[in-house]
């Protein structure tokens, strides 16, 4: 009997530990689910009554921004029943361009002249300069050598390689028969640009070229001359009245002024090349091929008649230099 009920005891105190350990267990489960802030899951109302916590005013701020933000639309216009609905596109106007004229600068080089390969590479220099577009014809007479050609390539200008095969003992006449050649190669194929003759001597400002491109029909502009050996520089060129041609002289440094009839020196003017063949574009009934061979002779005739339309560059202030000429010609005599 003692033994039985010893075991009795024992299962008594087994099933008392069982129940304590159970409660232990089911409190500190409930304990872990509950809030650890200051505001408890539930909190106790006066009335006997069980109320959710209001949360914190900054999650309240917060979740009204993120409503506002998500799922309130702009308000749309309503559009009318039958009305169309029209867009204006607004469309800045842009500033017309003008465009460049052609320049064609015609060049005369022998090889009387001296250091004709130096003086050619300083003027293609220059005019690789200038804004396209150009078209450079350089004239000279039939040879083996190949030393030009090969130079006009290497420019990357635009060019036109003229030759003859008459021989000359003049340098004045061999250059002038040059030019003729140049005008009619313009006057055949109708090149439609601003003619200007431009010497191995001479040497520009870059503005000159721009001006050039102003020219409507025929144009002109002082030019300074400096001798060899010689200590004054002679001005060349118009008399102007803003870019009214008034006039010609021939002035010195020490401001002596002597009044001269031209002929207009080569390199002073320019002109617009439809005058060697569309003639009624000007009001004219004769051309090069109709009055005479000598191109050069023709065209200073029509700017003499026509000094009404000879205009003086720059147009703001015709006694601006942008040419100079170099006369090494004394030299070459001497040495051929």
Same mark, same amino acid.
């Not at 030009?148 to 095969?165: A, D, Q, S, W």
């Not at 190669?185 to 200007?196: A, D, F």
């Not at 009044?259 to 090069?288: K, Y």
């Given at each position: 009997?003692?033994?039985?009920?010893?075991?009795?005891?024992?299962?008594?105190?087994?099933?008392?530990?069982? #129940?304590?350990?159970?409660?232990?267990?089911?409190?500190?489960?409930?304990?872990?689910?509950?809030? /650890?802030?200051?505001?408890?899951?539930?909190?106790?109302?006066?009335?006997?009554?069980?109320?959710?916590? *209001?949360?914190?005013?900054?999650?309240?701020? @917060?979740?009204?921004?993120?409503?506002? =933000?998500?799922?309130?639309?702009?308000?749309?216009?309503?559009? *009318? =029943?039958?009305?169309?609905?029209?867009?204006?596109?607004?469309?800045?106007?842009?500033? #017309?361009?003008?465009?460049?004229?052609?320049?064609?600068?015609?060049?005369?080089?022998?090889?009387?002249?001296?250091?004709?390969?130096?003086?050619?590479?300083?003027?293609?220099?220059?005019?690789?300069?200038?804004?396209?577009?150009?078209?450079?014809?350089?004239?000279?007479?039939?040879?083996?050598?190949?030393?030009?050609?090969?130079?006009?390539?290497?420019?990357?200008?635009?060019?036109?390689?003229?030759?003859?095969?008459?021989?000359?003992?003049? #340098?004045?006449?061999?250059?002038?028969?040059?030019?003729?050649?140049?005008?009619?190669?313009?006057?055949?194929?109708?090149?439609?640009?601003?003619?200007?003759?431009?010497? #191995?001597?001479?040497?520009?400002?870059?503005?000159?070229? @721009? @001006?050039?491109?102003?020219?409507?029909? $025929?144009?002109?502009?002082? /030019?300074?001359?400096?001798?060899?050996?010689?200590?004054?520089?002679?001005?060349?060129?118009?008399?102007?009245?803003?870019?009214?041609?008034?006039?010609?002289?021939?002035?010195?440094?020490?401001?002596?002024?002597?009044?001269? /009839?031209?002929?207009?020196?080569?390199?002073? $003017?320019?002109?617009?090349?439809?005058?060697?063949?569309? *003639?009624?574009?000007?009001?004219?009934?004769?051309?090069? @091929?109709?009055?005479?061979?000598?191109?050069?002779?023709?065209?200073?005739?029509?700017?003499?008649?026509?000094?009404?339309?000879?205009?003086?560059?720059?147009?703001?202030?015709?006694?601006?230099?942008?040419?100079?000429?170099?006369? $090494? =010609?004394? =030299?070459?005599?001497?040495?051929?």
């Amino acid at each position: 009997m003692g033994s039985v009920e010893r075991s009795k005891k024992k299962i008594h105190l087994w099933k008392k530990a069982m #129940l304590h350990f159970s409660l232990c267990f089911v409190m500190g489960f409930f304990t872990g689910l509950a809030p /650890t802030g200051k505001s408890s899951f539930f909190s106790a109302a006066t009335n006997g009554t069980t109320r959710f916590a *209001p949360p914190p005013l900054d999650e309240m701020s @917060q979740r009204k921004a993120n409503v506002n =933000r998500t799922w309130i639309a702009p308000t749309l216009p309503v559009k *009318p =029943r039958g009305q169309k609905t029209t867009t204006k596109l607004m469309v800045k106007q842009l500033p #017309l361009l003008k465009p460049r004229r052609l320049l064609i600068i015609v060049t005369p080089t022998s090889t009387k002249l001296p250091y004709q390969a130096v003086f050619l590479r300083r003027l293609a220099n220059t005019i690789k300069l200038v804004p396209q577009p150009l078209v450079w014809i350089v004239v000279e007479a039939k040879s083996d050598s190949t030393e030009l050609p090969e130079m006009l390539r290497k420019t990357g200008i635009m060019y036109r390689h003229v030759v003859f095969n008459e021989n000359f003992t003049d #340098l004045d006449a061999e250059l002038n028969h040059q030019r003729n050649l140049a005008l009619k190669h313009i006057e055949h194929h109708r090149l439609n640009g601003i003619v200007h003759f431009a010497g #191995l001597s001479n040497v520009y400002d870059l503005q000159f070229f @721009q @001006q050039l491109r102003d020219i409507e029909v $025929f144009g002109t502009w002082p /030019t300074a001359f400096l001798a060899a050996n010689r200590k004054n520089v002679i001005i060349e060129g118009p008399v102007c009245d803003s870019s009214q041609v008034i006039g010609w002289h021939l002035r010195s440094m020490n401001n002596e002024t002597d009044t001269i /009839t031209p002929p207009i020196h080569i390199s002073s $003017f320019a002109f617009n090349s439809s005058i060697l063949w569309d *003639p009624e574009r000007w009001g004219r009934t004769s051309s090069v @091929q109709d009055t005479s061979k000598n191109s050069i002779k023709f065209v200073k005739q029509v700017v003499l008649e026509d000094e009404g339309k000879l205009k003086g560059i720059p147009a703001e202030d015709c006694s601006k230099i942008l040419l100079w000429r170099f006369n $090494f =010609r004394a =030299r070459s005599i001497s040495n051929h």
